[in-house]
């Protein structure tokens, strides 16, 4: 029930084109849902974050669309850039002083 | 605004040999401190994380033990490393009562 399952594990898209990582999770008292980037050798950074009171949030080029019926919630990258690049990681967790958990990673390569 | 330190950034280490990897947040205090740890194109593993000084809770049973002898200090540490203990180790911290972790720029552990 901790758990957070992402797909896919790696993509490959076109320049210009739009990037999709889903995540689902079974933990309803889930309240906070970020999405980190992370280039070799560096740590995660903090990308977007949402939470369940509203369905979507926009920044730059990155959407975060979130569906709680369904209990997911995917990052959307519009025009992707060969700079965006990245492992992808989502993550999720319940109020208080609980750490995140983590999904598995989306290796996401833009090519020209 | 808040930065975290870790080093070193690379440390090679024989087999058998102790460990004392060190990590530090500025510009916050009481912050929740965590370890984590990510093997060659996986993802993350949480190791430890602390609420307060002296207060450690373990995740994952091994060869490691974490302290954080100081508000904003925490340590990683073994006796006696292993092959298994290869790998990237992530330092973060968050705020206390919410998200989101900020990690560090980490470790890169090679066992000999």
């Known amino acids: 029930q901790q758990q957070v399952k992402q797909s896919p594990q790696s993509l490959i898209v076109q320049k210009g084109g739009i990037s999709i990582i889903n995540c689902a999770y079974e933990?309803?008292?889930?309240?906070?849902f970020p999405w980190y980037q992370q280039f070799p050798g560096k740590g995660p950074a903090l990308l977007i974050a949402?939470?369940?009171?509203?369905s979507e949030k926009k920044e730059g080029r990155f959407t975060i669309s979130f569906n709680k019926s369904a209990k997911q919630f995917s990052l959307h990258i519009m025009d992707s850039q060969p700079g965006d690049s990245a492992t992808y990681f989502c993550?999720?967790?319940?109020?208080?002083?609980?750490?995140?958990?983590f999904g598995k990673g989306t290796r996401l390569s833009v090519i020209a | 605004s808040q930065t975290i330190h870790q080093w070193p950034a690379t440390l090679v280490q024989p087999v058998g040999s102790p460990l004392s990897l060190e990590c530090t947040v500025e510009g916050t205090s009481n912050p929740n401190l965590y370890w984590y740890r990510q093997a060659a194109g996986r993802g993350l593993q949480l190791l430890f994380y602390s609420v307060g000084i002296g207060q450690i809770s373990s995740e994952v049973p091994q060869n490691l033990s974490a302290s954080r002898p100081q508000d904003r200090q925490f340590i990683l540490s073994s006796k006696k490393l292993l092959l298994s203990d290869s790998g990237f180790y992530l330092c973060a911290w968050s705020p206390k009562g919410y998200q989101p972790q900020h990690f560090g720029d980490g470790t890169r552990l090679s066992i000999l």
């Open positions: 949402i939470r369940p009171d509203v």
């Open positions: 933990n309803t008292a889930f309240d906070y």
């Open positions: 993550a999720a967790s319940s109020p208080g002083n609980t750490p995140l958990v």
